[in-house]
């Protein structure tokens, strides 16, 4: 994708976030509509399905797929470098916008609400869970063959609508999140050979640390 709709992107994801630093979330029409139209759909028998997806279903999820395709090598090595590359970047851009934006957590502004796990204590927006989970899914959908990223992707958006059926996200986190996600995961396929050539410096630096143990062992 050309640099200048990767940051047509952003922009959009920027002008989202001063709205929200604006009007707050309770502010734009339609995020409290949605939240309790989500929130307030809870099933008995699909609670504690969607409180292990929100819980479980960022890190237990997609570190394992990504140590999963280093190991595999070849097209999914490759996949997973670009994969950790937009995760570290989407980290970075994740906390910044928390602090910058510092926006409550729903229950922290409304009176009715359905809360299904323990109250997390940082900023709202955006959901980290929908940015990191986003980036993973689009990443996969731009590298991989569907049979591999379209499964995952489904992982993806379940884990983002339990974000807010639990009751800890405004709809607006999670949709921003992605929004920012796919700027991420462009971003971080466009500097594919940048990630690939930091990725050999330091498979040579370990090597040249490994054949050194083992020349230092022989001498012994």
């Known amino acids: 994708m050309n640099w200048r709709y990767i940051f047509a992107i952003y922009a959009i994801y920027i002008a989202i976030s001063i709205i929200v630093k604006i009007l707050g979330e309770a502010g ?13 759909s809870q099933v008995s028998y699909l609670n504690p399905v969607m409180v292990f997806l929100s819980k479980y279903g960022r890190e237990y999820v997609w570190i394992p797929v990504t140590a999963a395709l280093f190991i595999a090598g070849g097209k999914y090595r490759r996949a997973s470098i670009i994969l950790a590359s937009a995760f570290i970047l989407a980290i970075i851009l994740g ?11 729903p ?9 299904l796990v323990p109250k997390p204590h940082d900023y709202s927006y955006p ?46 986190d999670v949709l921003a999140g992605w929004i920012l996600a796919a700027a991420i995961s462009f971003t971080a396929l466009k500097l594919e050979n ?16 490994s054949n050194s143990k083992a020349a230092e062992k022989k001498r012994i």
Request: aromatic letters at 14%; a neutral charge; proline letters at 5%.
């Open 95 to 105: 906390e910044l916008s928390k602090y910058s934006v510092a926006e409550p957590r």
């Open 127 to 172: 959901s980290g869970h929908a940015l990191i989970v986003g980036v993973g899914a689009i990443t996969l959908l731009l590298t991989l063959p569907y049979y591999i990223s379209v499964p995952l992707t489904i992982e993806a958006l379940l884990v983002s609508y339990s974000r807010v059926y639990v009751g800890v996200h405004w709809p607006l």
């Open 28 to 40: 734009v029409p339609g995020n409290i509509f949605f939240y309790h139209l989500i929130n307030s």
């Open 194 to 209: 940048f990630e690939m050539n930091v990725y050999n410096k330091l498979k040579d630096f370990l090597m040249g640390i």
């Open 107 to 115: 229950f922290l502004v409304l009176s009715n609400y359905h809360l």
